[in-house]
């Protein structure tokens, strides 16, 4: 074990901020299913409003399934990765800050568009539309996310993926 007190400051300082960025960019690769999984729950959940005021019953047996369906999977995704670093619980290396401010963004324009469709063009158009711009939006903030999460581990030093 080195004695600390004879280390350069500056090494230990690097050494933390590699620690902290590590569950922000060590990770494995997101699977290809993913992104059409994640488009098809949330087009399942705009598509379970078609029972809203004639079935309530199914309606809310529909979204107790998907709403357990999303816990399960997200569950196992952590554990798959080991870590999913979340908004707010900790400071994501600073090439990932717009990635994630693109995300809600995005969520924002995706919820808009769905919702202007759905009040259009009913909810059967709402819950296509749902799953192409969930399943395309979550795809390209994957690559926007390698590419800066590649950036912050080539600023670090830090080996690819996991």
């Given at each position: 074990?080195?004695?600390?007190?004879?280390?350069?400051?500056?090494?230990?300082?690097?050494?933390?901020?590699?620690?902290?960025?590590?569950?922000?960019?060590?990770?494995?690769?997101?699977?290809?299913?993913?992104?059409?999984?994640?488009?098809?729950?949330?087009?399942?959940?705009?598509?379970?409003?078609?029972?809203?005021?004639?079935?309530?019953?199914?309606?809310?047996?529909?979204?107790?399934?998907?709403?357990?369906?999303?816990?399960?999977?997200?569950?196992?995704?952590?554990?798959?990765?080991?870590?999913?670093?979340?908004?707010?619980?900790?400071?994501?290396?600073?090439?990932?800050?717009?990635?994630?401010?693109?995300?809600?963004?995005?969520?924002?324009?995706?919820?808009?568009?769905?919702?202007?469709?759905?009040?259009?063009?009913?909810?059967?158009?709402?819950?296509?539309?749902?799953?192409?711009?969930?399943?395309?939006?979550?795809?390209?903030?994957?690559?926007?996310?390698?590419?800066?999460?590649?950036?912050?581990?080539?600023?670090l030093g830090i080996a690819g993926r996991?």
């Open positions: 074990m080195t004695d600390d007190r004879h280390r350069d400051p500056r090494d230990v300082l690097d050494e933390l901020e590699r620690a902290e960025a590590a569950p922000f960019v060590i990770h494995p690769a997101t699977p290809w299913w993913h992104f059409p999984l994640m488009g098809l729950w949330a087009a399942a959940m705009v598509g379970a409003f078609t029972w809203w005021r004639e079935n309530a019953l199914l309606f809310v047996a529909a979204m107790i399934a998907l709403v357990a369906i999303e816990a399960g999977y997200l569950t196992w995704l952590s554990r798959s990765h080991g870590a999913l670093p979340m908004p707010g619980r900790a400071t994501p290396p600073t090439e990932l800050v717009p990635v994630w401010r693109g995300y809600f963004l995005g969520v924002a324009v995706v919820v808009a568009a769905v919702g202007l469709l759905w009040w259009l063009l009913g909810v059967a158009a709402a819950a296509l539309t749902t799953f192409v711009l969930v399943t395309g939006g979550l795809a390209e903030y994957d690559r926007r996310y390698e590419r800066a999460a590649a950036r912050t581990r080539a600023r996991s």
